[in-house]
């Protein structure tokens, strides 16, 4: 069968996109920067990508005709420029007009539970967008989950922050909300059982775990998990304003996502009965065994994605094909080299910088510059990196994203996402036995350049000892 993937750069979709191809489905991808998406580890001919913007029509065209079934797998929930419901209603029109045109069959939504009168803005909006979809001439099955628990995903990333961090924790009173968590193994499960089965044509079903919790009870029992003793104490004091600046500090997520994730937090959301994961025969995993084998993976380096890959200031939305060739022109730079004794090992610590590693050299000064970030209202240096040893262009690496990353070529390039008046590139790149390490900063007024000024001995501490912890004993200076 040929398919229709959408939001393929995102958390869901690159799970997805695998099983797909293994089934044997010719998938075309539909992607607004292919400079974003590497086709080339799946090893598939049955894989093409097509560029193409839902917000943009006259780009819709670079679908195919022929397909038989397509995933509608975007939201805008963290868009940084506008409203999301706007957003998203935007791209399913645009998506549904485009579709009707096609020979699609069916249409595979995932949405989230809205089984309250009072929904928040999150699950109003996952629900304008399925009707939306469900008024288009093609057969529409809708999948509806709540909280998604698995490597990478923002749920699962946020409980981890909160019980790795907090010994104690005095929360907001929708810890105790009830819902019912799913792994991200039993999502893919239901969006590839349901793919053009008619039984499920023009049907929704809310699909979760086999058990309902409330939020207090999952930070519990992800601390259990982790053999680590915690306490809850949930106080009605705290807004949902307050709420989000709670998430916001204490985790990896930005503070539009956070505000996003407390109004869905205050409702509930519990899955309707249906029968569906017997129809498919599906084996609905424990909320804790889960939690295992996300950790499983994460212990493997085997984490396919991450939801930080899809938030960004709005860099990824403006393509990253813009940023890939770094200005010089009223830039100020900072550039040192070293020849190296062992390239093959400088490369490996290269492709190994942030996260846990964090940036050999003077770490405690770059996690101040990510607590002041999150104090302006940055991404911090929480978000870490979706795999210890994997680099893909778009990935998050910490405050930075990665622009580009060619372990043949030697060249990795950072792009800044903390607060800073102007943009700024870090790139390392090997030419022989050379490290070349560059810091670029376009400066954005008269506070961009008192900015560079004001860093610049920091800089010079910070950028040489980096440079030698990464090239590495036997290494030399190069003027």
């Not at 969006?191 to 049907?203: E, N, Q």
């Not at 017997?278 to 396919?304: G, H, T």
């Not at 990353?405 to 090997?430: D, N």
Request: glycine residues 6%.
């Amino acid at each position: 069968m040929k398919i229709l993937l959408t939001g393929t750069t995102g958390y869901i979709a690159r799970r997805l996109l695998p099983v797909l191809l293994s089934d044997g489905h010719d998938v075309i991808c539909c992607v607004r920067d292919p400079n974003r998406f590497d086709a080339a580890p799946y090893q598939s001919t049955g894989l093409r990508v097509a560029t193409v913007d839902f917000l943009v029509p006259h780009l819709l065209e670079a679908i195919p005709d022929d397909i038989d079934a397509a995933y509608f797998l975007i939201h805008s929930m963290s868009a940084p420029d506008e409203d999301f419901e706007a957003l998203e209603k935007r791209a399913a029109i645009n998506f549904k007009n485009r579709l009707q045109k096609t020979s699609v069959r069916q249409v595979i939504y995932l949405s989230g539970i809205v089984n309250d009168e009072t929904l928040s803005q999150h699950l109003r909006s996952r629900k304008m967008v399925e009707d939306i979809l469900s008024s288009g001439t093609f057969h529409l099955t809708t999948l509806r989950a709540g909280i998604i628990v698995g490597a990478g995903s923002a749920s699962f990333e946020i409980i981890r922050d909160l019980v790795e961090k907090l010994p104690v924790m005095v929360a907001p009173r929708w810890v105790n909300t009830r819902t019912q968590p799913i792994a991200v193994k039993n999502v893919i499960d239901f969006l590839k059982g349901v793919l053009l089965l008619k039984d499920t044509f023009d049907t929704s079903y809310d699909i979760g775990g086999p058990e309902v919790l409330t939020y207090k009870s999952m930070i519990l029992r992800f601390a259990k998990v982790r053999n680590l003793q915690r306490h809850i104490i949930s106080v009605p004091v705290l807004t949902p304003r307050l709420s989000s600046y709670w998430l916001y500090f204490i985790t990896s997520t930005s503070f539009k996502l956070a505000a996003n994730l407390v109004n869905s937090m205050k409702t509930e959301v519990v899955c309707r009965p249906n029968t569906l994961h017997n129809k498919l025969n599906v084996e609905l995993i424990s909320y804790e065994e889960a939690i295992k084998l996300a950790f499983d993976r994460i212990e493997q380096q085997e984490v396919v994605s991450s939801w930080t890959d899809a938030q960004s200031s709005g860099v990824l939305s403006k393509g990253i094909s813009r940023l890939v060739k770094v200005p010089t022109f009223g830039c100020f730079v900072d550039k040192k080299a070293r020849r190296l004794a062992d390239v093959g090992a400088t490369v490996e610590r290269i492709w190994s910088v942030g996260g846990d590693i964090g940036w050999y050299y003077a770490d405690w000064l770059w996690e101040i510059r990510g607590f002041l970030d999150k104090l302006a209202g940055g991404v911090g240096l929480r978000r870490g990196r979706r795999n210890k040893a994997d680099i893909a262009a778009g990935d998050a690496l910490d405050f930075w994203r990665v622009i580009y990353a060619s372990k043949t070529e030697k060249r990795l390039l950072l792009y800044a996402e903390m607060k800073l008046p102007g943009e700024a590139w870090l790139e390392f790149k090997i030419s022989g036995d050379i490290l070349y390490q560059t810091a670029t900063m376009r400066p954005l007024g008269i506070s961009g350049r008192l900015y560079w000024y004001s860093v610049q001995p920091l800089h010079y501490f910070i950028f040489n000892g980096m440079i030698d912890k990464l090239a590495g004993p036997g290494s030399e200076m190069v003027e």
